[in-house]
């Protein structure tokens, strides 16, 4: 079975400091993992992919996030958070053979203060 | 590039009642999948659609139903409705025919059952 672990339903950071959100799941086969964020009332927004190749994936808002097969983790990451990245933010992944199925965990909350 | 488009935005209905959802994917994508989001479950996967035909389902009872026309579009419905499927439904559409693409979420339909 699939399944994505969220370990923090809060992540607070202050402006201008690094921050990290983190994910681990858990599929069978080569996983296609996914990271959105959500902002209130709205819907998801795509902020970077991993599906092969390099473990560190560079995405939107200079979000990026590495992939560790061992670890079975994906953590999200940005050197210098903004008060604007205040969101709800989603890991999910994607078994090989689920077509069309995203796996989401929980979600994460963060809270980047001025 | 138009992004999805999900109608309507926001709904009321009264439990027992059906209710129709439409969702207009980006221009050239065939794939459509529906989420169910609520602060208790999160996002659950309801089904997806690739050239009008469902490819994957969820674990969801049988009230819940799509379909997919010739353009693409999706409709998700929902019969007698019960105050437990009131929440956020997102529809997301991807080119993805084999392989894993990014998927691209609509705004949602906010869906209160009263």
């Known amino acids: 079975a699939q399944s994505v672990a969220q370990p923090e339903d809060q992540v607070n950071v202050a402006e201008g400091n690094p921050l990290t959100v983190k994910c681990t799941y858990s599929?069978?086969?080569?996983?296609?993992l996914f990271w959105y964020v959500q902002y209130p009332n709205r819907g998801l927004q795509f902020l970077l992919k991993?599906?092969?190749?390099?473990?560190l994936v560079k995405g939107s808002y200079g979000f990026e996030a590495e992939f560790n097969k061992s670890q079975t983790s994906f953590h999200l990451k940005k050197p210098s958070a903004l008060v604007s990245d205040s969101a709800l933010y989603f890991c999910?992944?994607?078994?090989?053979?689920?077509?069309?199925?995203?796996?989401f965990g929980q979600g994460t909350t963060l809270q980047v203060k001025p | 590039k138009a992004g999805v488009t999900q109608t309507p935005r926001y709904l009321i209905k009264t439990r027992g009642q059906q209710v129709t959802l439409s969702c207009s994917p980006i221009?050239?994508?065939?794939?459509v999948s529906w989420y169910q989001q609520t602060p208790g479950q999160g996002l659950q996967f309801l089904f997806e659609?690739?050239?009008?035909?469902?490819?994957n389902k969820g674990n969801f009872p049988g009230r819940f139903s799509g379909r997919q026309f010739s353009n693409s579009r999706s409709e998700m419905n929902v019969s007698t409705l019960e105050l437990g499927d009131s929440a956020l439904y997102l529809c997301?559409?991807?080119?993805?025919?084999?392989?894993?693409?990014?998927?691209?979420f609509g705004s949602g339909t906010r869906l209160t059952v009263v």
């Open positions: 221009s050239g994508h065939r794939s």
């Open positions: 599929v069978s086969g080569n996983p296609y």
């Open positions: 999910a992944v994607r078994a090989a053979s689920n077509t069309g199925k995203l796996i």
């Open positions: 991993y599906i092969t190749g390099d473990n």
């Open positions: 659609y690739f050239s009008e035909t469902q490819r």
């Open positions: 997301a559409s991807s080119e993805e025919r084999t392989g894993p693409r990014s998927y691209t």
